[in-house]
């Protein structure tokens, strides 16, 4: 019983790792190799001695050993770079179990532990190689993508300078960001406030209009605007007006339609019925416009801009007079002298003798509907400025210089202000303030142009405004007792000529309750004239008053005959939107000429031609409907 008791101990000596790795019972050797190492199962005489066969069975376990080992070794690093399924699973312990029961050794033990190793780290470090190759690649690619928008972006790149920042800068620095698009930068100089003639003055706490009071309701951009920037309408309060020629009321408003018409009418006949019929053919005209500019069309000159909206006869009436005019289709003089004239005089402090064309517009407004901003009508110029994120510069601008005559010019614009002197280049200028004579010279001076600018037309009329707080001498005009002063506004024939207008204003934010000062309180009344009044002027028009504020500047131009209407394009990109002031010159039509410059630069940028100048525009534009 022994020697089968040793047989079954050889065995299980012979693999004593298989339990000890897969946590198994050790497992006998197969029957050919048991039947060798035992002598109950028939050893014959040439066997090798039980030490001998010991030894062998040894090198032979230990050989079986080094190759598990070195498959469990490379199984493992194989797994950790791959992923591969960890080596001392199952299934690899039963594959090696399997290799350790070859009878024979292999010849080579093959590729060495490190050298497999070192493979593994060579092919995951070419991986990297080539993922680190490929982004970087993409980089390569990305950075030149952004370095070609980049170049794009700053060769597209267009910086504008508006000079001025009322209400004709305000408009044409929007109108350029409408067009061009939102990525324009432009810098608006300004030397004096945000608004330009559209001010206003605070007098006891409370602010009021110094400067364009109100705009007709056919002020179509100016409407626009207000809808944009939500703005609200001021509430309308209510007064009569009169006419006063220096001795006594020459015409009086009352409460009622039908007594003003026949008053008129027994005064002057059928003269307002022609008077309306023609300012009215004249506006519906000029209307066009609106079309025009919604197509697109733009005019390099005054003179083109009038003719397309009433051909010759537009033209025609910068040169002739409004009272001869006025004459022709059958105003008598009277009503010329009466009326007509004390419209024009607060409008734009000028007689009759003005051209027909700015007295047209003149006593349109003096039609129809008014109506002002709420809190004041300076607030669309800041809000348009707002709106177009416009980078606003104090200071005074004294020069365009033009840089390059090369392709599409560049401008250089020198400016001062307080801090000191500045400049910088610019694609695009428009000139939104007035070019008048001064002394012989314009305010800026344009260097490298040839031929010469000379942009300069003519003198401007001076316009003081006057608020008076305090108590009207309604003794001046007829009515010793105050309470019985009926009206809130008076204009002026041709005399007296210290003031044009009179007004009882109200403040520009009124509240629901708010009601008219009575003639006997004190007041706050706005005196237009065109000098300072003097002290004695203001006591002849006042009792008493608290204070007194005042407003100066060059509000209009001296109108009169001009052999050649100014042009809005000086140069290439190079514009002055007040050119339309020598025909004309309202809030709306600064707005209409804003309009005009920024699609003239729109069209010359883009080489759109096509849309500039064009003969019969109204015959087109119904083409185009």
Same mark, same amino acid.
């Given at each position: 019983?022994?020697?089968?008791?040793?047989?079954? =101990?050889?065995?299980?000596?012979?693999?004593?790792?298989?339990?000890?790795?897969?946590?198994?019972?050790?497992? @006998?050797?197969?029957? +050919?190799?048991?039947?060798?190492?035992?002598?109950?199962?028939?050893? +014959?005489?040439?066997?090798?001695?039980?030490?001998?066969?010991?030894?062998?069975? &040894?090198?032979?376990?230990?050989?079986?050993?080094?190759?598990?080992?070195?498959?469990?070794?490379?199984?493992?690093?194989?797994?950790?770079?791959?992923? !591969?399924?960890?080596?001392?699973?199952?299934? =690899? $312990?039963?594959?090696?179990?399997?290799?350790?029961?070859?009878?024979?050794?292999?010849?080579?033990?093959?590729?060495?532990?490190?050298?497999?190793?070192?493979?593994?780290?060579?092919?995951?470090?070419?991986?990297?190689?080539?993922?680190?190759?490929?982004?970087?690649?993409? &980089?390569?690619?990305?950075?030149?993508?952004?370095?070609?928008?980049? $170049?794009?972006?700053?060769?597209?790149?267009?910086?504008?300078?508006?000079?001025?920042?009322?209400?004709?800068? +305000?408009?044409?620095?929007?109108?350029?960001? %409408?067009?061009?698009?939102?990525?324009?930068?432009?810098?608006?100089?300004?030397?004096?406030?945000?608004?330009?003639?559209?001010?206003?003055?605070?007098?006891? /706490?409370?602010?009021?209009?110094?400067?364009?009071?109100?705009?007709?309701?056919?002020?179509?951009?100016?409407?626009?605007?207000?809808?944009?920037?939500?703005?609200?309408?001021?509430?309308?309060?209510?007064?009569?007006?009169?006419?006063?020629?220096?001795?006594?009321?020459?015409?009086?408003?009352?409460? !009622?339609?039908?007594?003003?018409?026949?008053?008129?009418?027994?005064?002057?006949?059928?003269?307002?019925? @022609?008077? $309306?019929?023609?300012?009215?053919?004249?506006?519906?005209?000029?209307?066009?416009?609106?079309?025009? %500019?919604?197509?697109?069309?733009?005019? #390099?000159?005054?003179?083109?801009?009038?003719?397309?909206?009433?051909?010759?006869?537009?033209?025609?009436?910068?040169?002739?007079?409004?009272?001869?005019?006025?004459? *022709?289709?059958?105003?008598?003089?009277?009503?010329?002298?009466?009326?007509?004239?004390?419209?024009?005089?607060? #409008?734009?402090?000028?007689?009759?003798?003005?051209?027909?064309?700015?007295?047209?517009?003149?006593?349109?407004?003096? *039609?129809?509907?008014?109506?002002?901003?709420?809190?004041?009508?300076?607030?669309?110029? +800041?809000?348009?400025?707002?709106?177009?994120?416009?980078?606003?510069?104090?200071?005074?601008?004294?020069?365009?210089?033009?840089?390059?005559?090369?392709?599409?010019?560049?401008?250089?614009?020198?400016?001062?202000?307080?801090?000191?002197?500045?400049?910088?280049?610019?694609?695009?200028?428009?000139?939104?303030?007035?070019?008048?004579?001064?002394?012989?010279?314009?305010?800026?001076?344009?260097?490298?142009?040839?031929?010469?600018?000379?942009?300069?037309?003519?003198?401007? $009329?001076?316009?003081?405004?006057?608020?008076?707080?305090?108590?009207?001498?309604?003794?001046?005009?007829?009515?010793?007792?105050?309470?019985?002063?009926?009206?809130?506004?008076?204009?002026?024939?041709?005399?007296?000529?210290?003031?044009? #207008?009179?007004?009882?204003?109200?403040?520009?934010?009124?509240?629901?309750?708010?009601?008219?000062?009575?003639?006997?309180?004190?007041?706050?009344?706005?005196? %237009?004239?065109?000098?300072?009044?003097?002290?004695?002027?203001? /006591?002849?028009?006042?009792?008493?008053?608290?204070?007194? %504020?005042?407003?100066? !500047?060059?509000?209009?131009?001296?109108?009169?005959?001009?052999?050649?209407?100014?042009?809005?394009?000086?140069?290439?990109?190079?514009?002055?939107?007040? &050119?339309?002031? !020598?025909?004309?010159?309202?809030?709306?039509?600064?707005?209409?000429?804003? /309009?005009?410059?920024?699609?003239? &630069?729109?069209?010359?940028?883009?080489?759109?031609?096509?849309?500039?100048?064009?003969?019969?525009?109204?015959?087109?534009?119904?083409?185009?409907?």
């Amino acid at each position: 019983m022994r020697p089968r008791a040793r047989a079954r =101990t050889t065995g299980s000596v012979a693999f004593p790792f298989r339990g000890a790795l897969g946590g198994e019972r050790p497992r @006998r050797l197969p029957g +050919s190799v048991v039947s060798r190492f035992s002598p109950s199962f028939g050893a +014959s005489a040439h066997a090798l001695p039980p030490s001998a066969e010991i030894g062998n069975m &040894a090198a032979r376990s230990v050989w079986a050993v080094r190759r598990l080992v070195q498959r469990l070794l490379a199984s493992k690093a194989a797994s950790e770079g791959r992923g !591969w399924p960890h080596s001392f699973s199952t299934a =690899t $312990q039963r594959t090696a179990g399997e290799d350790c029961s070859s009878e024979d050794p292999p010849d080579e033990l093959g590729p060495s532990l490190a050298e497999r190793t070192l493979k593994l780290k060579a092919v995951k470090l070419e991986k990297e190689v080539q993922d680190l190759t490929m982004r970087y690649q993409r &980089a390569v690619a990305d950075g030149e993508n952004i370095r070609r928008r980049t $170049q794009r972006c700053v060769e597209d790149a267009k910086i504008f300078a508006v000079v001025g920042a009322g209400i004709g800068g +305000s408009a044409v620095a929007h109108f350029l960001q %409408q067009h061009f698009g939102p990525r324009v930068q432009i810098d608006v100089f300004e030397k004096g406030t945000v608004g330009g003639r559209l001010a206003t003055i605070s007098v006891n /706490k409370q602010h009021y209009e110094s400067g364009a009071a109100s705009f007709h309701s056919l002020s179509l951009h100016m409407q626009d605007f207000v809808k944009q920037l939500g703005l609200r309408h001021r509430r309308e309060v209510v007064g009569r007006s009169a006419i006063f020629s220096g001795e006594h009321f020459v015409l009086e408003e009352t409460d !009622w339609y039908l007594l003003n018409l026949f008053r008129l009418w027994w005064h002057y006949g059928i003269s307002f019925l @022609r008077l $309306q019929m023609w300012v009215e053919e004249v506006m519906e005209k000029f209307m066009r416009i609106y079309k025009y %500019q919604a197509h697109g069309y733009a005019f #390099s000159g005054v003179e083109e801009l009038l003719y397309s909206l009433g051909e010759s006869a537009f033209v025609n009436m910068t040169q002739r007079s409004v009272a001869e005019s006025l004459l *022709q289709v059958g105003v008598t003089q009277r009503f010329i002298d009466d009326v007509v004239s004390a419209v024009l005089r607060a #409008s734009y402090g000028q007689s009759a003798a003005m051209p027909a064309f700015a007295g047209a517009m003149s006593l349109a407004g003096a *039609q129809g509907s008014l109506w002002s901003v709420e809190g004041g009508n300076k607030l669309v110029c +800041s809000g348009l400025l707002k709106l177009t994120k416009a980078n606003v510069i104090h200071a005074t601008v004294t020069s365009v210089t033009l840089q390059n005559t090369e392709g599409k010019p560049l401008y250089y614009v020198e400016y001062e202000n307080e801090v000191g002197n500045g400049s910088d280049f610019y694609d695009i200028v428009v000139i939104a303030t007035p070019l008048h004579l001064d002394n012989g010279s314009s305010g800026i001076t344009f260097e490298g142009f040839d031929p010469p600018i000379d942009a300069a037309q003519g003198s401007f $009329q001076p316009t003081v405004v006057s608020l008076v707080h305090g108590y009207l001498n309604s003794s001046y005009f007829g009515f010793p007792d105050p309470k019985l002063f009926p009206f809130a506004s008076i204009l002026t024939t041709d005399f007296p000529n210290f003031f044009c #207008s009179l007004d009882n204003i109200c403040p520009v934010n009124i509240s629901a309750n708010f009601r008219r000062k009575q003639p006997q309180e004190a007041a706050v009344w706005r005196v %237009q004239s065109p000098k300072p009044l003097l002290r004695s002027q203001l /006591k002849t028009l006042f009792r008493s008053y608290y204070s007194v %504020q005042t407003a100066e !500047w060059r509000a209009h131009p001296v109108y009169g005959p001009h052999s050649t209407l100014p042009r809005f394009a000086l140069h290439d990109q190079l514009f002055h939107l007040n &050119a339309l002031e !020598w025909a004309a010159s309202s809030v709306e039509v600064m707005a209409v000429a804003a /309009k005009n410059v920024a699609l003239l &630069a729109y069209n010359r940028w883009y080489q759109d031609l096509d849309k500039i100048d064009q003969k019969d525009l109204m015959h087109k534009v119904k083409t185009e409907l």
